[in-house]
């Protein structure tokens, strides 16, 4: 008996400690289960159906040149062309960039997107580099790409560490190879050069409409609702201006540098006009808790927009919040999933939580292939009437099943792909 427990408590171990493409890997395989899919299924989408790895020389400010390591992943173009970011982070890797282009294909299956899902990433510090030095590595990557990218193959955005300048570049240098403007190429691009408005604030927009539904459904009132943002960049700081502005008051934040905490409500538009350009403000503040510290705080709201596992088997059985709502990619692992589950604490998974930015990427690739560009107030309403109905299908699925809303997510956003590759015969 002793020796079968020690078995069990190996493979929890194991499970715990899966990497990203690991841990997507056995969501999508459970999720294939449930839509009684044969192996082949599992084989074809177990892994992306290309991954490109380039080497970018860079001539840097001092005379040398540098040598950087990028890749590009495409998951399934059998939906539609491939779709996703591209990052600028030292710590990019090939199996980073593989999961999440699958994450990508779940994200536009959730959201009835004609796309698969596609990823990018640049192993660099655009935080040491200079304006001149990125832009050479920004059109580097493109060239490298250029034969396997395009409005109709696979089409690129932003993402961690990068903007819409970098996207105006290797939208610029795209133009170049193929000799006419091609602003659907690439999407979160400046509104002068064919961006769509909303596009910065959707991924925050997008948290926000989901946030607010899943609320109702866990009888929580957001005006005055106490709620707690890991990560204070692009995503995290729209969204704690977008909920403090609905009502809910924002006990405690947290960027790089540690995070803060306040039971009465921290000032939002205070820290919001003193961070700097990488979202750190933390370091005005004395009495600054650890990010861990502050994920087991008191809340109703618990919003990881940072970085990965964030939440474990370690603290999952501290957290105090009543929903958790992630807004980063794979901020808590399986285990901690499950013990969130057992515990009772509602979880909308990145999948769905985050899907705002590709819904509008979406928006503005639409609007640069027709010519015809929407008001704020247009994109902001089609990006709501999609997000709402795709939580309530996650949910309902939740239910049907008897699932968490994690494997629910998998399930309705790998249904469309599922449907396309048997139409095609590719199995």
Partial sequence: MEQQSNIVQTEEEIKENLSLFERTQLTIKTALHHLHCEEAVYELLKSPLRVLTVRIPVRMDDGSVKVFTGYRAQHNDAVGPTKGGVRFHPDVSEDEVKALSMWMSIKCGITNLPYGGGKGGIQCDPRSMSFRELEGLSRGYVRAISQLVGPTKDIPAPDVFTNSQIMAWMMDEYSRIREFDSPGFITGKPLVLGGSYGRESSTALGVTLVLKEAAKVAGIPLEGSRVIIQGFGNAGSFLAKFLHDAGAIIVGIADALGGIYNEDGLDIDYLLDSRDSFGTVTNLFPNRMTNGELLTMPCDILVPAAIENQITADNAPHIQARLLVEAANGPTTA?????????????????????????????????????????????????????VASFRQVYQTSLDKRIDMRLAAYIVGLKRMTEAVRWRGWV
């Fill in 335 to 387: 285990k901690a999933t499950e013990i969130l589950t057992e515990r009772g604490i509602m979880l909308v998974p990145d999948v769905l939580a985050s899907a705002g930015g590709v819904v509008v990427s979406y928006f503005e690739w639409v609007q640069n292939n027709q010519g015809y560009y929407w008001s704020e107030a247009e994109v902001n309403r089609k990006l709501e009437d999609i997000l």
